[in-house]
């Protein structure tokens, strides 16, 4: 730990994860004579902070428990999950390529949670092994398994296997999560175009060992193991940084005018069962970093995703227009309701102060780094962690109640919230926030004559099947 003035809290040292730190400076004022913006990690202000992201590939894996450290952790683990990829290598980052050079990033050629949950509980095989579609011909096959171009099915932030499970163990849950949970598994959010918004679930290798070394990909197995074991996901350390990360993004398909604007990072994907790639660009994007504890989670959105806490009456936004009305009413579209197409959302809460200060200082360095960067077009909205944090490897299994919560730091502000507009969209009420949601996370509900185990405060777990022929002992 630094020396300096911490808050009490930070006297507790948490592992998040991945993230970097680098050598690049701000820059100095420009010619016009104008002061670059400025931010601070460190709460003792110093001449050089060296907790503030850069544009490297470096990870950092620590931090203490305040505010402004967390916002700077979110943003470079955002910064070296979306640099390029090595070609041969999953998961690790290209030293010798810049930010936004091309190809697959680093998460994009992570394992996608349908290359994990096989039908039937097969085993996914090794972490480099590719999954090719029967369906696709060879060179297409090989990009889309590689991540180079996307498959996306997902027109809701919750899949239908998730979905599924979660009904079939209703009882587990309170009726307002479980309510909570069918509402954004349930509704489709469609852009102004009326195309809907797809989204898809990514892990990094740490999680994905841990789920084949103990065979989690499978439903009976799951609940084997969850009887006499704590289901917690790897955390990374001092030693070994990179822990359990697991990704949710959110995906538009883009018009000619938004794929020439330069605003956002965009993809190759197919869409559905087509066969034939379409241009996407990323809206959203939701980060989970496994910590040993609650973990913590990050979440940006695009800049121009939609207004903030009321109805704009002027300006161009990709899930909202101001003169949309309901046809032949003269009524105004509703807003942030599922399934309303064109879709019309609304923000209902600002960016967090600390993050919208730290969101200015990024857009002004990537921008140096590169003017035509689309990285300066997306903003942290906020990160959520524990202010009380509880290792969960050392409750007793098995573990039938909700996991802890910690104490998060959002909501405990009455009237806060935890939500991004276009993976929660549905769901964006005040109290609203990841740990109260994810504490209910269980084992997959197929086959099982047992309570459903919790399983890290993931719900991709709930995507297992199982053989036919296999029966639970």
């Not at 394992?111 to 095989?125: K, M, N, S």
């Not at 993004?249 to 994907?269: I, M, N, P, Y």
Request: glycine share 8%.
């Amino acid at each position: 730990m630094r020396e300096g003035i911490r808050n009490a809290a930070s006297k507790y040292v948490v592992a998040f994860g991945v993230a970097l730190t680098g050598v690049m400076a701000a820059g100095s004022v420009s010619a016009q004579g104008v002061q670059p913006p400025t931010f601070n990690c460190l709460e003792l202000i110093r001449p050089h902070d060296p907790d503030l992201p850069q544009i490297k590939p470096i990870f950092r894996s620590t931090t203490d428990l305040s505010e402004r450290e967390f916002d700077c952790l979110a943003w470079q683990d955002f910064i070296y999950l979306m640099w390029p990829a090595k070609g041969d290598e999953r998961g690790v980052p290209d030293p010798d390529q810049k930010l936004g050079a091309g190809g697959p990033t680093v998460w994009e050629s992570y394992r996608t949670a349908d290359t994990v949950f096989l039908p039937e509980g097969r085993d996914p095989g090794p972490w480099q092994e590719l999954q090719l579609m029967a369906t696709l011909e060879s060179s297409l096959g090989q990009q889309v398994a590689s991540g180079a171009v996307r498959h996306l099915t997902m027109t809701a932030k919750v899949s239908r296997p998730v979905l599924s499970s979660i009904l079939q163990s209703a009882a587990a849950f309170p009726p307002a999560i479980l309510n909570g949970i069918s509402q954004a598994g349930g509704g489709t959010l469609y852009d102004l175009n009326g195309y809907p918004v797809y989204y898809e679930i990514a892990m990094d290798r740490p999680q994905y060992e841990y789920i084949l070394q103990n065979k989690l990909y499978n439903a009976y197995q799951q609940a084997t193991f969850a009887r006499t074991h704590v289901i917690a996901l790897p955390a990374g350390t001092t030693n070994t940084p990179l822990g359990a990360v697991e990704i949710k993004a959110a995906w538009k398909v883009l018009t000619d005018a938004e794929r020439q604007s330069g605003r956002f990072h965009t993809v190759q994907a197919l869409l559905g069962g087509s066969k034939t790639p379409v241009t996407v660009g990323l809206v959203g994007f939701h980060a989970f970093i496994a910590s040993g504890t609650q973990g913590a989670w990050a979440t940006f959105s695009q800049v121009d995703n939609a207004p903030v806490e009321k109805p704009a009456t002027s300006g161009s936004f990709n899930f909202f227009n101001p003169d949309c009305k309901l046809p032949g009413t003269g009524k105004a579209c509703p807003i942030n309701v599922r399934d309303a197409d064109p879709g019309q959302v609304v923000q209902i809460g600002p960016d967090a102060k600390a993050a919208d200060a730290l969101n200015t200082y990024m857009h002004y360095i990537l921008q140096q780094y590169d003017p035509k960067s689309p990285w300066q077009y997306y903003n942290l909205i906020d990160v959520q962690w524990p202010l009380s944090p509880v290792v969960i490897a050392s409750l007793k299994p098995p573990v039938s109640k909700p996991l802890p919560e910690g104490h998060p730091n959002i909501p405990h502000i009455p009237g806060s919230h935890f939500v991004n507009p276009v993976l929660e969209t549905f769901l964006q009420t005040p109290g609203m926030s990841c740990l109260g949601c994810y504490q209910y996370a269980a084992t997959a509900a197929v086959g099982i004559r047992q309570p459903p185990y919790r399983t890290s405060y993931s719900f991709v777990f709930g995507r297992a099947s199982a053989p036919p022929t296999e029966q639970q002992q």
